[in-house]
């Protein structure tokens, strides 16, 4: 599953680049059995098997540099842009990302370890894979020197500049009988600067209005 997505594009082109790295550590590795087995049944009972703390916690050991352990599941803080700033730009962004499967872990994990869980939006997945990429996807997005665009692409983005994007336009300048907004090809860049912020806060103001500050409104 890694590098998965990560490999292709301008975050596999960082990882090529030695901007950021990663191993593995297959959990199934640490089973106690000669199954591989990694869950068991709820206590309690219920649907569903668990991960078992003990073979987790194997798991866990056996990474010599953690940094800070993190778990993605649905009970999870949201994951948002500012947290991916803040993962990218602290002093030695190391983590552990926890993917979780089946109904989960078993709670003395968290407790034991102090995870702190993050979750990607309000439905579950299958497994914690998809969540730990697009956590590494977005925070390495945000990393110095990964954007071709430099500091500028990564800051004009939806949820950088406190509401969403503008619409985007290119060549050809007609299509399909359509023109690009006259605004865009004029050459003045306080007017397009203007059209955007306008765009900007009209469609965050219909789309996202959770998004514009108390003051702005
Ligand atoms: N029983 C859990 C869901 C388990 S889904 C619950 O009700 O909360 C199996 C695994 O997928 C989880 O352990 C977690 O690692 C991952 N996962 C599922 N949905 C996720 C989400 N929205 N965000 C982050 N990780 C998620």
Known sequence: MFPGTLGAGVVGRALERGIWSYSTVNIRDFALNNYGSVDDEQFGGGAGMVMRPDVLGGAIDSIKNRGKIIYF??????FNQKMAREFANSPDATYTLLCGRYEGIDQRIIDEYDITELSIGDYILSGGEIATQVFIDSTVRVMDNVLGGGQESAENESFEIGG????????????????VPEVLLSGHHGNIERWRKQQSDEITKQRRPDLIKENDK
């Open 73 to 78: 599941s649905p009970r999870g803080a949201q």
């Open 164 to 179: 969403l994007e503008w619409p985007l336009y290119t060549r050809p300048s007609v299509w399909r009988g359509r023109n």
